[in-house]
């Protein structure tokens, strides 16, 4: 009967601790969320919207954490929480996503988790409306991809 009780008091014990802090939850990435509310740009009335494409290559040299990160927020609006950690089978993902900019200026937002920085890009739709993400030694490089002449 006291080997019962004593295991109940262990089982009890153990259910009450809290789980260990996420390594990837960091105060510059919370703070960075925080702004994008701040940063939100609503969408004009009857306003256009303007076809883009976004493509996010992982940080293979950087990655140290299976549970490695890049978040999108566009104009202030979340697009998207993505993993780039390596998968089970061996392969990297590869982010790439269409998205709709409004006509006029915009601006995206980056986070990288392997890095703890965040990259922010500033979008003007009457000439650029694509863009890669290309990992660094230290974080990410925007390239801007032209618009095709139409």
Known sequence: MRTLAALVLLFLAACGKAPPPDPLDTVEYNDWKQE???RRLPMAGG??????????????????????????????????KYNVAK????????????????????????????????????????YITGFLCIPTADGYEIKEVKKKDE
Do not use: A, C
């Open 36 to 38: 994008q509310i701040r």
């Open 47 to 80: 306003g256009l919207r303007v076809p883009g494409h976004i493509d996010v290559y992982p940080p293979e040299q950087r990655s140290k954490n299976r549970g490695e990160f890049v978040e999108m927020f566009m104009n202030g609006e979340r697009i998207g």
């Open 87 to 126: 998968l089970p089978d061996g392969r990297w993902p590869h982010v790439e996503f269409d998205i709709d900019f409004n006509s006029g200026p915009n601006t995206f937002d980056l986070w990288d988790s392997s890095s703890n920085k965040y990259y922010r890009q500033q979008v003007d739709t009457r």
